[in-house]
């Protein structure tokens, strides 16, 4: 089965600072797709950011971006100029493009916290 | 507006009061899911819908019963609650039909089993 591990249960960056994310995943499928959740404290899931693993440009977002890399099964989060709205949960999830069973796995989460 | 909808929001209960968590979506999906979050376990699957009358287990469903008789809807049924079901709930609604296969996931219900 796929895991999806967030080694930093925990980050904090500077307002107007850029802070990175990381997340790693383990699958033998080639196709799939990977996002990034945001859980502000009204607990609502946000999307931020959808990459999908057959496509090897990065995704943007305005001020969020991804550093895909799809040898080292690796999915990072960088956020740009940091803003108080940014404090949140963050979860790194990842889908299979054959939409089956258990689809959908979720890493631990990392609580971002944004110093003004 | 596109949206998932849960009932309750919030919910306290006694161990052992059958209770029920709806869940509704107007996008007209196939695929829903019902997820429970606790601290340091990110989202775990309980049960999901890939169409009406389909269902299956997903990673945690001891203790929950679903069903899907509309497209639409998609409750969560506790039977029995215990303490160790205190917990987050979401659920969320996807579809193949549109690329991106992302989750559109409910407000979410926090529940409480005492």
């Not at chain 2, 999906?29 to 997820?35: A, K, R």
Request: proline residues 5%.
């Amino acid at each position: 089965a796929q895991t999806v591990t967030q080694s930093q249960p925990e980050m904090s960056v500077q307002e107007a600072e850029t802070v990175t994310l990381s997340c790693t995943y383990d699958t033998s499928e080639s196709d799939y797709y990977l996002f990034w959740y945001k859980q502000p404290p009204s607990r609502q899931m946000i999307l931020v950011i959808r990459q999908e693993a057959y496509k090897q440009q990065n995704a943007t977002e305005n001020r969020f971006s991804v550093n895909f890399q799809k040898a080292a099964k690796s999915f990072s989060l960088k956020i740009s100029d940091s803003q108080l709205g940014d404090a949140a949960m963050y979860f790194c999830a990842y889908r299979s493009a054959l939409f089956r069973e258990h689809d959908m796995r979720f890493g631990a989460g990392t609580r971002l916290t944004v110093k003004p | 507006e596109a949206q998932v909808t849960q009932n309750p929001r919030y919910l306290i209960t006694v161990t052992g009061k059958k209770l029920t968590v709806t869940c509704s979506q107007n996008m007209n999906h196939e695929y829903m899911s019902w997820y429970r979050q606790d601290p340091g376990l990110g989202l775990r699957q309980i049960y999901y819908s890939m169409n009406v009358e389909v269902t299956d287990k997903g990673d945690v469903p001891e203790g929950y019963k679903v069903s899907r008789k509309e497209k639409r809807n998609f409750p969560l049924i506790l039977e029995s609650p215990s303490p160790n079901q205190t917990s987050l709930y979401f659920c969320a609604s996807s579809t193949r039909q549109v690329t991106g296969y992302e989750q559109y996931f409910g407000p979410g219900t926090r529940l409480t089993v005492t």
